[in-house]
């Protein structure tokens, strides 16, 4: 529990709590409430109540750092730091295992609550930051209690050679972050061996993109290279693509090991991508006549994996 002490403190001096400038190495849990009680208050004078302080060994976020993180929602400035963000408690607690810490902020209600966990990352990793601060950081209409900085994985800009037995997606000019975390997550659902991007795919360390992952950017990688090289390097390995003119995918022969192509919301897979295709196939709609122009891509990623797994197995 947290010491108690009774204090008295004017309209001006809750303004400097709360911005988490007074009382160090104390931080004040409640600097909102107390600001609100004064904000609703008749009378601003001299006060006296019961305020509750908690002792901490981490540092408040500095207004340097915060600038700093609140950038990141940018694919240059997170280039330029070499550092992306995490937000909410799951997708950092993910993350912790697969990537190198920079910073952890979060709320003093959030560090009391976790203090086993926090034992295990240095100090000086670790801030406190109040609501305010994590409102201009997080990209969220409501900012989660702790965001997480981490430094970004060095890009690999060889062509892998492939196992033939295993299944691998290709992503051809993705835009949507929300689609490309969501086909992260439904590639880690289906136990996909791994997802190539072409290289004006949106970014996947985009907040709202790994927000949509719900964590599996921990499981699972995303490369960013050259389909076509790809392609002609596993030549091995049968590329099937998601077409309109493609075979029912019902009715179409699918292999254990396979490459599947995915195009741009709009446009499709590009034309240079389909000349390499070899199996052309078609999620069809339940009524002919009456069907919306295409399905979302996500969603038909998540139907042709199913399906090419209950075939498998």
Not at 54 to 67: E, F, H, R, V
Not at 276 to 303: G, K, M, Q, R, Y
Request: aromatic fraction near 8%; include cysteine; proline fraction near 5%.
């Amino acid at each position: 529990m947290y010491p108690q002490f009774f204090v008295t403190l004017s309209s001006e001096l809750v303004d400097t709590i709360a911005d988490g400038t007074a009382f160090r190495p104390y931080y004040t849990v409640a600097a909102e409430c107390f600001k609100d009680c004064f904000m609703q208050s008749s009378i601003r004078t001299l006060t006296t109540i019961t305020m509750t302080i908690a002792s901490t060994q981490y540092q408040p976020l500095s207004k340097g750092k915060i600038s700093l993180l609140s950038q990141l929602e940018s694919k240059k400035f997170r280039e330029k730091h070499g550092l992306f963000i995490v937000q909410g408690e799951k997708s950092v607690i993910d993350a912790l295992g697969s990537f190198e810490l920079d910073t952890l902020c979060a709320t003093a209600g959030w560090l009391e609550s976790h203090t086993e966990m926090m034992d295990k990352i240095p100090a000086d990793k670790v801030a406190l930051c109040n609501p305010a601060g994590m409102k201009k950081i997080s990209s969220l209409k409501n900012p989660p209690e702790v965001i997480a900085a981490f430094k970004l994985p060095a890009k690999e800009s060889a062509i892998p050679i492939l196992d033939p037995g295993k299944i691998y997606l290709l992503l051809d000019g993705i835009q949507d972050p929300g689609n490309l975390g969501s086909i992260l997550r439904t590639a880690h659902w289906f136990g996909v061996s791994g997802i190539f991007a072409s290289t004006d795919t949106v970014d996947i360390y985009n907040p709202k993109a790994i927000m949509a992952t719900m964590g599996s950017i921990s499981s699972i990688s995303i490369r960013y290279l050259d389909l076509a090289s790809l392609i002609e390097s596993n030549k091995n390995i049968p590329v099937y693509g998601t077409l309109l003119d493609g075979e029912n995918i019902y009715d179409a022969k699918l292999t254990k090991g396979a490459m599947i192509v995915f195009g741009n919301e709009g446009k499709g897979i590009s034309a240079a991508i389909r000349s390499l295709i070899d199996n052309a196939i078609l999620i069809p709609p339940f009524l002919e006549n009456d069907h919306s122009e295409s399905l979302n891509v996500a969603a038909a990623t998540a139907i042709t994996l199913s399906e090419f797994r209950r075939r498998i197995h």
